[in-house]
């Protein structure tokens, strides 16, 4: 029988919309969650309506993604929490300001590490955690951002494309151990980091997000475009010659 997938949970960056969304409906299903975030404040309040909602044990921790000594403790104590885990959903990242970054070497630099380099650390933990396991799901959201390099974000996109990179190999390696990798890719999510953009008919709540990513991790779906109408929207832009598509100013 295949093991249960919504019996332990470990969410890194369960302060953000998709992330808590996501979690309520873990916490609707009974599931011991285990809960970081930078902000100690706001991570409690998530963990204590979580609680409320019938969430089994949950536990939580704070986390600076950037710091990787960090990082690996607070891997060890949620994989210790529970004897193991059947989901980690890797949720946190930045939108950093483009023109800022492209204007700063150390502003490019840290929307890197966060949206980047501190995936790497914490999927090269939890991988060889779950392949030692043999089962279990590891989801990570990333972007619809990171399909094709556009000039209105390309810092923010290359982080995210190179994770994608990263998520496709460690899917082939784990399968063999029977551990499922997914990538999330949401478009425009109405949450605190879109703030600042102007919101159009492409934009989806972040109820929404949550119930896809769920879905999505539940299935064991290798890719997931979040809505899926981002699937062939994507599609279409990555099939335009790079000679008329540097003409578009995208």
């Known amino acids: 029988m295949a093991p249960d997938l919504s019996k332990r949970v470990l969410i890194v960056g369960a302060t953000s919309a998709m992330a808590a969304e996501t979690a309520r409906l873990y916490a609707a299903a009974g599931a011991d969650l285990f809960l970081t975030g930078r902000d100690a404040e706001h991570l409690e309040a998530v963990a204590a309506d979580l609680r409320v909602r019938g969430a089994g044990r949950v536990r939580s921790a704070t986390l600076d993604v950037t710091d990787r000594r960090r990082c690996l403790e607070v891997m060890s104590e949620a994989w210790a929490a529970f004897n193991g885990l059947d989901v980690a959903l890797i949720a946190h990242g930045v939108l950093p300001e483009q023109a800022r970054a492209q204007a700063s070497v150390s502003e490019t630099l840290t929307a890197i590490d966060v949206n980047f380099t501190s995936g790497v650390v914490l999927l090269t933990d939890l991988a060889n955690r779950f392949e030692a396991q043999r089962h279990g799901c590891i989801a990570v959201i ?109």
């Open 142 to 250: 990333t972007s619809v951002a990171g399909d094709r390099g556009r000039q209105s974000n390309y810092v923010y996109g290359a982080a995210k494309g190179g994770l994608d990179r990263f998520l496709e190999g460690l899917r082939n390696r784990l399968c063999q151990a029977g551990v499922a990798v997914v990538t999330l890719k949401p478009g425009f999510v109405d949450s605190p980091m879109t703030a600042g953009i102007a919101h159009g008919p492409l934009f989806t709540s972040a109820g929404r997000a949550g119930r896809a990513i769920h879905a999505a991790i539940d299935r064991r779906r290798n890719v997931a475009y979040i809505p899926w109408f981002w699937r062939p929207i994507m599609a279409v832009i990555r099939a335009i010659p790079e000679f008329a598509f540097k003409r578009l100013r995208l």
